[in-house]
């Protein structure tokens, strides 16, 4: 487990999604799997009057300190995209740190995206392999994988804590297979610095 | 006799007095009555869950109490939903104490009907007893939806322009049918014999059941105290208020009249029908009305005596020597 | 001074500190009143005091109730036109209780298993007092007076006690071991009874006035009055009276083909009746009405309807309001009568006289009149008392004008009703003012009597509809010789007809009062009911709303004004 | 140990933990997730009482009621339009004494309709006479929540304990939870003094005259005074059970000799703490108001003692007059010598963000005196153009 860039610093994440994807649950897996670590982490969601299928957003925040404050993050290191339509949407990279990365389900290629964003960008075929996996279209968990995979923020160990604090049998087994399979084929580490940086 | 010792013989009646003496109700109320006869049936063994009305006012003014068992008071609208707490809670205890809801037709047909039907719905092991004296009587004799049509009351008054409540009385009964609870009936305090057997019943069965006993109110209803229970009579014998038991919402009983009465003769012992008595066209129109909603109630349940029943309206409180009554 | 509570909670039946009998203006009361069958009864018996101990099934106690006022119960029970029954207020609502068939069972039960009257024993110098006549009079006033404790002694001219209902009554209406069973009880119930014994041969007034303090007469109306038609009767002549003596005696009677036997009484209707049974022809003639509902009791014919219509199912002819006009005679033999239509009409002076209506005449064919228009006192041995009277005037009780300590009752004394169960009552009534007297504690104001409670005042909602159960009765056909008519109830017919009794005027523990006050003043109680009811009315909480007195249903709650 | 908890959830099994008979509730946003919760407890098991899932907030409030007096352990949770249809039964049920617990998820009353959060709704029912406790974050919701049933059956005395909506009730966050067994010998076995019992028919809910009235009520206002006490036993011999310290009444947080003090209830406490951290500058004193009913003037006093500058900041107004809590503080602090200029704001209504920039701007504002409550984060822009607020703020 990587260290934050000082004392009392924190990592703000934000995921977005649509009604019924599971958006917040991935954000409280988020923070659960940091909890688990010893860590503080608090995690919410944008509240809303929403209904399925809506873009809708949550948010995580992970610290090696208590977390005492209760506002919304308005500029989050990273950005969890569960569907890649909502990209084009304005308020899906708003507030997002120059220095910080985006990750996004998405059949296409990273350094495309990143050019478009402008920040350090990595696709994933999540809803692909969620459905090979699952048999449903859930990409929550192959974007965390992924996501703690290149940051090393956590273990990815953690996450597999997290997910068997929250699901049982099945589910679990192929929610964990795919969090191995996903960190297997994705570059260990190479979010580091922008850690460091977001949170120092 | 020294009044020690008549203190005494009121501590030895041969039944159990759950409203005692020193309430505050009016002459000839029907609704205290009502109210001893329902828990001399029920005995000690019962929680009372008290609407705010004439019953609760008049039972209860601080320092002084006239019920013998446990008693609260709420609010007007809730009482379903408090009986409802009390009846959690001794499940929870696992304490086997009836709970009886005590409510007048505005806490029942009214304010109180969705707590009363969420009572209801949810099943639980309550008995709840409307006393029904066909108005608002603790605030002056407001209309309610239980107050028959064409009867005058301070907000419904007779007039040039107006023969009194221009609309009808609620079928509360049919309303709580719906809900296919174990057991529902009207009764009325002219028959104390068969109002104790239908408590009775309300008590027995598990589950929520619901009792509407009509309790005529000399004060609202315009007639002199001594003569309730004769009003009473007269509202069953004339088809007004049939007297009927429902068991999961359907019909299984009701007390047939051996000698039917007009609806004339019931009316015009009060003061509220008075102007159906008037030498005026709108006036008789209102009162055959009258006589047809009471044709229609002997129709629709069959009130017509064709022999005579041990349990009719005039058999149920023959009077024998010594108090035996048939039940 | 109260403390607050949390919430303000209470304490239970603490109310009963509040004493809600302040509001009341009126009160209620319980108050006994006279049923009509009570007043109505003239031997005074209150049958609704039995009824109820016949409804409980206690015969015994029913029967010890109804001797406190009539000793011949068995008797009457057969013989009395009952006005109780035609006063009752059930028939005003479905048909009257049968109550002289209650009472002739408890009669005959009492004879059947031997029961004895309940008498206070004689202390050894108890009161005397003599009374003069075994008749129904005479026998119901020497028993009341050993009820009370007197020595009585009975003195009767003839062998044998009973008077009228022996010499004079059929055996059809009244068997002879009825009457003798009931009158030996009666005698062997420590009466010094003294046959053969009559005034103005064996004793005097003045002798027994001497030796008795008090002396009551009851020596009946033993002798016809006179009759004639303009001054003229028949040769061969006989009273009804006599006539009717002769064949309740020995069983005898003339050979008479075809008669009109004149009067509407008792005996007139017994005379037709054994004539016509003997197969004669017979027309009984009489000013009087059929009696009815809308007939005065004056107009009527004094003999009990139910014998009128029994004498006309055996063939007796009625002639109602007719008089005999003219006697057809051949020489000084009836060959017929002139009958004429007349009317009892009462004048403004409220007498009555009788008119005839001109060209109504019709004849009838007989052999033979018998009047039958009623008896007078047999002066014999009471000369210097009776004057010119044929009757003895005395006052309510009894008590003969300006004759102090002698007393007269039954039908020698002018308005008897002229009915057994009158003679009892003037008996009953006597004695008790015999030992008044004897005591020393008669005192002559008149006690206020309360109003007869009517059908109006009763509360009618409480009871059901239920037949008057009707006795058999022996078919004209098969009544001959003594022959009892009347059948009679059966037990369990008779306790129902104890459960049809209103009880009016008197509680019947029926529970309204108590289960229908809505302020619990009401409290039952047998042992401190000092009212005759079964509850007590605590007046710390009654409020006074009449709804106890209002479904009473036998109007025994009155409501009373508290300011006064 | 510590435990990744939704704020509902941790509410939810703090309520299980007190083993109450009765839970009678209707559900609201945002205080549904902690009825979904009880009752899956209930329906796995591990929690036994007696779920009444009624028609409306009007009959959870009477069906506790009948349950309390009835003698079993009561709890039922609302929010917003939901407290508001309580209301009446909440007045009914501390004039009657009942000891019972309620969670309010603290949000904005409608109109204009809002599901978010703030704190109109309790402020609404502030004279209801209940016991009123606000949370700061979801582990004083947890600790309050025990804390509370020992306080109602103790005072008989209801109490509410008011979590912000979304907030804190949707917020995932390390959690301590109590063992069971810890929690039982805090809490003794329910036990009402005037329990309906056949065997002593006690009649509640009388009518009172004129003559008693008054008296009625000094028992009650008397009682929630008194209730100051046992609310701080409650947190003092819960801290001595769980080690965790907590303020009773009013914690304050920031140098004694600070001349500038910020008062507010709820969530917005964390979010000034890191505010202060974040915009170094003038020694401030932090104040978290976590008793409300009773208002416990004299720790109020104390904590404000030397202050010049007071900012009452609250997510509630009394429209037409001023803030609530303001209003309260300055009656508070008016006869204590040299009481400090009170500046009375309110933010966050409705739900909107309270961001740390809320801190500079409060510290700016109190530059130029404020005879009237106004919201700090009020958008001038947003008013029609004749608004004098917005002409004010116009350049």
């Known amino acids: 487990m990587i260290r934050l860039g000082k004392e009392g610093g924190m990592i703000e994440i934000r995921i977005h999604g649509r009604g019924g994807q599971g958006n917040v649950v991935a954000a409280y897996v988020l923070a659960t799997a940091a909890i688990g670590q010893g860590l503080f982490a608090q995690a919410f969601p944008a509240f809303g009057a929403e209904r399925r299928g809506a873009p809708v957003a949550a948010f995580v925040r992970i610290a090696e300190t208590p977390i005492r404050r209760r506002c919304q993050v308005a500029q989050p290191a990273f950005v969890i995209i569960q569907d890649e339509t909502l990209a084009a949407l304005p308020d899906t990279l708003a507030g997002l740190e120059s220095e910080g990365g985006v990750m996004i389900n998405s059949q296409r290629d990273s350094r495309a995206l990143s050019d478009t964003f402008g920040r350090a960008t990595y696709t994933l075929p999540a809803t692909r392999l969620s459905l090979e996996a699952l048999g449903r279209p859930m990409p929550n968990t192959a974007l965390l994988a992924a996501f703690l995979t290149l940051t090393e923020l956590l273990p990815v160990a953690g996450l597999k804590d997290a997910l068997a604090q929250r699901f049982r049998g099945e589910v679990l087994a192929h929610n964990l297979a795919l969090v191995c399979q996903v960190a297997d084929a994705t570059p260990r580490g190479i979010w580091k610095e922008l850690v460091h940086a977001a949170s120092a | 006799m020294t009044p020690q010792t008549l203190h005494d013989l009121r501590m ?167 809900h296919h609870i174990p057991y529902a009936a009207t009764a009325s305090v002219a028959y104390p014999a068969d109002l104790r057997k239908k408590v009775r019943r309300g008590i027995e069965v598990e589950g929520p059941s619901f009792l509407q006993i009509h309790s005529p109110c000399p004060l609202g209803w315009g007639h002199g105290s001594e003569l309730s229970i004769e009003v009473a009579r007269l509202a069953v014998q004339s088809g007004m208020f049939p007297l009927i038991e429902l068991e999961q919402g359907a019909l299984v009983g009701a007390m047939p009249i051996r000698q039917i009465r007009p609806v004339a003769d019931y009316l015009k012992l009060q003061g509220r029908f008075k102007h159906l008595f008037a030498d005026d066209a709108l006036a008789r129109e209102e009162l055959a009305h009258l006589q047809a909603l009471a044709d229609q109630n002997i129709e629709d349940y069959a009130l017509k005596a064709e022999t005579a029943d041990p349990l009719d309206t005039e058999g149920v409180d023959t009077v024998r020597r010594g108090g035996l009554r048939s039940t | 001074m109260p403390v607050m509570t949390p919430g303000a909670f209470a304490y239970p039946a603490t109310a009963l500190a509040f004493k809600t009998g302040s509001w009341r203006t009126m009160r209620p009361l319980y108050q006994p009143r006279p049923a009509p069958c009570h007043s109505g009864c003239p031997a005074g018996e209150n049958p609704c005091d039995y009824l109820a101990q016949v409804a409980e099934e206690d015969f015994q106690a029913a029967w010890e109730t109804l001797v406190a006022t009539n000793p011949l119960p068995a008797i009457t029970g057969r013989v009395c036109d009952h006005p109780c029954e035609s006063a009752c207020n059930r028939g ?134 006179p009759w004639d038609v303009d001054g003229r009767t028949p040769s061969d002549l006989h009273p009804a009276l006599t006539l009717l003596q002769e064949w309740v005696a020995f069983g005898t009677m003339p050979e008479i083909r075809s008669a009109v036997i004149v009067g509407g009484g008792n005996s007139a209707v017994d005379m037709a009746r054994v004539l016509a049974r003997a197969g004669a022809r017979v027309h009984l003639v009489t000013h009087d009405a059929l009696p009815g509902p809308d007939v005065t009791r004056e107009a009527a014919m004094k003999a009990a309807p139910r014998d009128i219509r029994q004498a006309q199912e055996e063939g007796v002819i009625l002639h109602t309001e007719h008089g005999v006009h003219r006697l057809i005679l051949r020489g000084e033999k009836v060959v017929g009568v002139e009958l004429v239509r007349m009317k009892k009409l009462a004048r403004d002076n409220g007498r009555f006289d009788i008119v005839q209506f001109e060209g109504t005449e019709t004849v009838l064919h007989v052999d033979q009149v018998i009047p039958a228009v009623g008896q007078e006192v047999e002066p014999e041995g009471m000369e210097n008392l009776l004057g010119e009277q044929h009757f003895f ?118 529970d309204n009062c108590w289960t229908l006050c809505p302020d619990q003043a009401v409290l039952k109680t047998r042992e401190f009911a000092a009212d005759g009811s079964h509850y007590r009315i605590d007046y710390d909480y009654c409020k006074g709303c009449g709804l106890c007195a209002h479904e009473c249903p036998v109007g025994y709650i009155a409501m009373v004004s508290e300011s006064s | ?303 404000c003692a030397g202050l010049h ?57 109190i530059k130029k005196p404020h005879p009237r409550m106004s919201a700090i984060d009020l958008r001038p822009e947003l008013l029609p153009a004749d608004s004098p607020v917005r002409q004010e703020a116009a350049p």
């Not at chain 2, 019920?67 to 304490?95: C, Y």
């Not at chain 2, 809801?101 to 304010?111: C, E, N, R």
């Not at chain 2, 049509?149 to 609620?170: F, I, N």
């Not at chain 3, 055996?171 to 005034?199: C, H």
Request: a negative charge.
């Open chain 3, 393 to 510: 005037p005395v006052d309510k009780v009894g008590r003969l004008a300006g004759q102090a300590g002698l007393f007269v009752g039954g039908d020698a004394r002018e308005g008897a009703w002229g009915t057994v169960s009158g003679a009892v009552g003037d008996g009953r009534r006597a004695a008790a003012v015999i030992h008044a007297h004897l005591l020393g504690e008669f005192h002559d104001e008149p006690e206020q009597e309360l109003q007869v409670i009517g059908i109006a005042e009763l509360n009618l909602h409480y009871f059901e509809q239920a037949p008057r159960a009707e006795e058999p009765l022996l078919p004209p056909e098969n009544r001959v010789g003594s022959a009892e008519i009347a059948g009679g109830l059966a037990t369990e017919q008779v306790i129902a007809e104890a459960n049809r009794c209103f009880s009016c005027g008197n509680c019947m523990a029926c």
């Open chain 4, 1 to 303: 140990m510590r435990q990744a908890l939704e704020g509902s959830q941790a509410i939810a099994r703090a309520v299980a933990l007190c083993r109450p008979q009765v839970v009678a509730a209707y559900p609201i946003t945002p205080q549904t997730h902690i009825v979904e919760h009880i009752a899956k407890l209930v329906a796995d098991d591990k929690f036994h009482c007696e779920l009444v899932s009624v028609e409306s907030e009007f009959s959870a409030a009477s069906v506790v009621l009948g349950a309390a007096c009835a003698g079993s352990r009561a709890y039922t949770a609302s929010a917003s339009q939901g407290i508001l249809l309580m209301s009446e039964v909440l007045f009914n049920i501390s004039g009657l004494r009942v000891p019972l617990v309620l969670t309010c998820a603290n949000r904005a009353v409608s109109a204009p309709l809002s599901i978010w959060n703030d704190q109109q709704d309790s402020m609404a029912v502030r004279d209801a006479g209940w016991i009123q406790i606000y949370c700061a974050d979801n582990q004083e919701a947890v600790d309050a929540t025990i804390q509370a049933f020992r306080i109602a059956e103790r005072c008989e005395l209801p109490v509410m304990v008011c979590v912000d909506g979304f907030t804190l009730t949707h917020t995932l966050e390390p959690l301590e939870l109590p063992d069971q067994e810890l929690v039982d010998g805090f809490l003794p076995p329910y036990h009402f003094s005037r329990a309906l019992d056949p065997l002593a028919p006690l009649s509640i809910g009388t009518l009172v005259a004129p003559e008693y009235f008054t008296e009625a009520r000094h028992l009650h206002h008397a009682a929630l005074l008194a209730a100051e006490k046992e609310i701080v036993a409650a947190a003092r011999d819960w801290a001595a059970a769980c080690g965790r310290e907590q303020a009773p009444l009013v914690r304050v947080d920031g140098p004694a000799d600070a001349k500038i003090g910020i008062l507010t209830l709820g969530s917005v406490f964390g979010t000034l703490l890191d505010a202060r951290d974040q915009f170094p500058g003038l020694p401030v004193k932090l104040m978290h108001l976590r008793c409300f009913r009773p208002f416990p003037v004299e720790a109020l006093r104390a904590a």
């Open chain 2, 12 to 178: 030895a009646q041969p039944r159990f007095q759950g409203l005692e003496a020193g309430h505050r109700a009016c002459q000839g109320c029907g609704q205290a009555l009502a109210a001893r006869l329902t828990l001399e049936e029920s005995g000690p063994d019962v929680v009372v869950a008290n609407a705010t009305g004439c019953l609760e006012v008049f039972t209860t003014a601080w320092p002084d109490s006239a019920w013998r068992v446990p008693w609260l008071h709420s609010l007007f609208a809730n009482t379903g939903a408090v009986a409802a707490g009390m009846e959690a809670a001794l499940k929870m205890q696992g304490r086997d104490i009836k709970v009886l809801a005590f409510a007048g037709d505005g806490g029942t047909f009214d304010i109180g009907f969705q707590a009363l039907s969420g009572m209801l719905e949810r099943g639980h092991n309550v008995l709840f007893i409307c006393y029904d004296n066909e108005a608002y009587m603790n605030t002056g004799v407001q209309r309610s939806s239980s107050t028959p049509h064409a009867a005058a009351t301070t907000t419904s008054p007779a007039g040039v322009a107006r023969m009194g409540k221009r609309h009808l009385k609620k079928d509360i009964l049919s309303i709580i049918a719906a």
């Open chain 3, 92 to 225: 005003r609502f479905d048909a009257a209780i049968a109550i002289h068939n209650v009472e002739r069972l408890l009669g005959d039960e009492a004879i059947r298993a031997g029961w004895g009257y309940p008498l206070p024993p004689l202390v050894p110098d108890a009161p005397k007092a003599v009374v003069v006549g075994a008749g129904p009079a005479g026998l119901s006033c020497a028993y009341h007076l050993r009820r009370l404790g007197v020595q009585a002694t009975l003195m009767e001219r003839l062998p044998v006690a009973g008077g009228t209902l022996r010499m004079a009554l059929p055996g059809y209406r009244l068997p002879r071991e009825v009457l003798d069973a009931e009158i030996e009880r009666l005698l062997a119930a420590g009466i010094n009874f003294l046959p053969n014994t009559a005034l103005g041969r064996e004793v005097s007034v003045a002798e027994l006035r001497q030796e008795y303090d008090t002396v009551f007469l009851g020596p009946g109306r033993q002798r016809p009055r």
């Open chain 4, 309 to 365: 500058d007071l900012i009452v900041l609250e997510r509630a107004i009394a429209p037409g007059a001023d803030g609530i809590v303001g209003a309260e503080m300055r009656s508070a602090l008016a006869d204590t010598d040299s009481p400090p200029r009170i500046h009375n704001f309110a933010a966050g209504l409705g739900g909107r963000d309270v961001p740390l920039a809320i801190y500079p701007r409060l510290l700016e504002a």
